[in-house]
């Protein structure tokens, strides 16, 4: 079976990794020069930390996970003022029992993957042709291809998605907001192992740890309208950033000296995908490219790495009935999807206050949020109803 993965993410690299396991050695085109440092704790809950676990990866997961001690409500004087110590809701709130940074997982699957994949940085696809029984593909470079199947893991404004289902406008929905996360010298008066969040007008500012005890992971929340002048351009978005950073308190005056030098900017809206089927034909869909919740839900990394283990083993349960697989896989994966787009707690008008009166009223709820009534519903609220189980290929 000849596949080409669009997209060399957590999404795209699962997916090569379980291939290649199984004998399939595909090729994979990511835009980017190399492969992309970058991003904060991921939470590896439920079915995902049962994948994980299934495609051998926990014990390398382990080694390098991090061990936050909780979550801190502070001030913008830095006073905290309510905290989610981990094992108030038993690693299953805001702080999951399984996490690592994005960064590092991404290493995990390439380091297990070796050279088990083709792949081709500085690469992308720049049309594609599916005539039922293969596609054509023409990539930026001006090479050619002929695959089996296309699997478009190019993350949330997946380009190939664009070219096999249409425009990005017909499937995404803007959740009125963005978020940035980037390394930052760890603040002299960071907690070790504290997760601080300052919830203040039209922005929230957070510092997360990382697992280097030097270095922190900057998380800005912010309330905005969708710009799609600030998409693909980082000095707009840094210069967002400064402006609503400014005078915020908090750690805001670390990140925003951290803000030009940092080596792993990330920022984009807050935005989630809808799809009426995840494939067309041969051309496939997984990860945000499909089914993007946005970070708010805290899932985007966790259902791509359950995404990607149910389309492997799919594909490689029934050899030679690719178009099957695609269905079945859909089929398995719908009510995980559902799930994992949740946002818990109200979405961006909970978590970054609109005024003074808000951020009273935040600072309210995070007490009540602490109480030992509340937290069986915390709980409820990370973890959701209960989960389906993801099959064992
Ligand atoms: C650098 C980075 C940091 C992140 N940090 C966080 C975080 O801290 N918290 C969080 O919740 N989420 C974060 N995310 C998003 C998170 O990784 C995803 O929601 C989740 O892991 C699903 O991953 P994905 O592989 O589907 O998409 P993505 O992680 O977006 O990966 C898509 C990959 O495709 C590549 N690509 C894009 N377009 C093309 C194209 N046309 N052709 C070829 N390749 C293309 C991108 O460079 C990227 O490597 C981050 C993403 C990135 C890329």
Redesign the pocket.
Same mark, same amino acid.
């Given at each position: 079976m000849q596949v080409l993965i !669009?997209? $060399? $993410?957590?999404?795209?690299n699962a997916l090569a990794l379980g291939l290649a396991a199984r004998g399939i050695r595909p090729t994979v085109?990511?835009?980017?020069a190399a492969p992309?440092? $970058?991003?904060?704790a991921?939470d590896l809950r439920g079915q995902s930390s049962a994948v994980v676990e299934r495609m051998g990866l926990l014990p390398a997961v382990r080694e390098r996970r991090l061990h936050e001690r909780g979550m801190a409500y502070v001030d913008a004087r830095r006073r905290v003022y309510a905290r989610m110590p981990a094992e108030m809701f038993d690693g299953a709130g805001p702080v999951a029992e399984l996490e690592i940074t994005? &960064?590092d997982l991404n290493d995990v699957l390439l380091t297990a993957l070796g050279d088990g994949a083709e792949y081709r940085y500085g690469? !992308?696809?720049a049309a594609l042709h599916d005539d039922g029984s293969g596609v054509d593909v023409t990539f930026a470079s001006g090479l050619y291809g002929r695959y089996d199947l296309v699997v478009a893991?190019? $993350?949330?404004? !997946?380009?190939?998605r664009a070219l096999a289902f249409g425009p990005e406008e017909r499937f995404a929905t803007h959740l009125g907001g963005a978020?940035s996360?980037f390394t930052v010298p760890t603040p002299a008066d960071a907690e070790p192992g504290w997760f601080s969040l300052h919830p203040a007008v039209g922005v929230a500012v957070g510092i997360r740890p990382d697992a280097d005890p030097a270095t922190a992971?900057a998380?800005v929340t912010l309330r905005a309208p969708a710009d799609p002048a600030l998409r693909g351009d980082p000095a707009a978005q840094r210069e967002l950033l400064r402006q609503r950073l400014t005078g915020v308190g908090g750690h805001a005056p670390e990140i925003l000296a951290a803000l030009p030098e940092t080596p792993?900017f990330?920022f984009d809206e807050l935005v989630r995908v809808d799809m009426p089927s995840l494939s067309a034909g041969r051309v496939t869909l997984?990860?945000?490219?499909g089914y993007?919740g946005s970070?708010l839900t &805290?899932m985007?990394?966790a259902?791509?790495v359950v995404g990607a283990y149910v389309l492997c083993g799919e594909l490689t349960a029934a050899p030679g009935d690719i178009p099957g697989a695609l269905a079945r896989t859909e089929r398995v994966l719908a009510p995980h999807l559902e799930r994992a787009k949740q946002v818990p707690g109200g979405g961006i008008r909970a978590m970054v206050p609109g005024s003074k009166t808000a951020v009273r009223l935040a600072r309210a709820a995070a007490g009540v949020m602490t109480s030992r009534a509340a937290r069986p519903l915390v709980r409820r609220m990370f973890t959701g109803a209960d989960e389906a189980a993801v099959p064992v290929y």
């Open positions: !669009s997209g $060399g $993410g957590i999404a795209g085109v990511e835009r980017a992309r440092p $970058g991003g904060q991921v994005r &960064g690469e !992308s696809i893991a190019d $993350g949330l404004h !997946s380009g190939t978020m996360f992971k998380i792993d990330y997984l990860g945000d490219a993007c970070p &805290g985007g990394t259902m791509a």
